[in-house]
């Protein structure tokens, strides 16, 4: 019976059932959430392994940025259900522009102390919106430190702010952040 495998187990056998159909592409939706750490780099080992034999591509849905980051050539940030910023994994790790992003990113744990300690943690504060009813305007801006009024109003679009790297942000178009 399925409920008798372990969490880990249960994992592989999706896996397993995704590949019998032999996809191009592959939705990975939380796939190492509730996993032992040992038994998520299995996970991550088995799919990097994988995605390299069988040249698959992976969407790859997760809310830890650093096995995101790990995995992906790319990575798209998600608000509320839109895209806030979509870069390669580098760029976006090392260089992110819109400030949920940055929130994300400044809440990876560093292992060097010095860093830890030379780097600024951003926390965000404000109200968290119902995803089922988000709010007008940017959906971020109900906790973003920089909102505006046109935040409130206009929903933002995304825009390249380099190569292939593309954030939703008025503050951002305006040449503000």
Aim: hydrophobic share 35%; net charge negative.
């Amino acid at each position: 019976f399925p409920h008798e495998f372990s969490g880990g187990q249960q994992q592989r056998i999706g896996i397993a059932r995704a590949l019998a159909v032999e996809p191009e592409f592959i939705v990975c939706d939380e796939p190492i959430s509730a996993l032992d750490v040992s038994i998520q780099s299995q996970v991550i080992n088995i799919l990097e392994d994988l995605q390299r034999e069988r040249h698959l591509t992976y969407l790859f849905i997760a809310h830890d940025i650093s096995v995101v980051r790990h995995i992906s050539n790319r990575i798209g940030v998600m608000y509320l259900g839109s895209m806030v910023e979509l870069a390669g994994s580098f760029e976006l790790c090392n260089h992110p522009i819109h400030p949920y992003t940055k929130t994300l990113i400044s809440a990876v744990p560093i292992p060097d102390p010095d860093k830890t300690r030379a780097r600024q943690r951003l926390l965000l504060e404000g109200e968290i919106p119902s995803p089922i009813n988000p709010p007008s305007g940017c959906r971020f801006h109900t906790r973003c430190p920089y909102a505006e009024e046109i935040c409130k109003k206009e929903f933002p679009a995304l825009r390249e702010y380099g190569s292939g790297h593309f954030a939703a942000c008025h503050l951002l178009e305006q040449g503000k952040l």
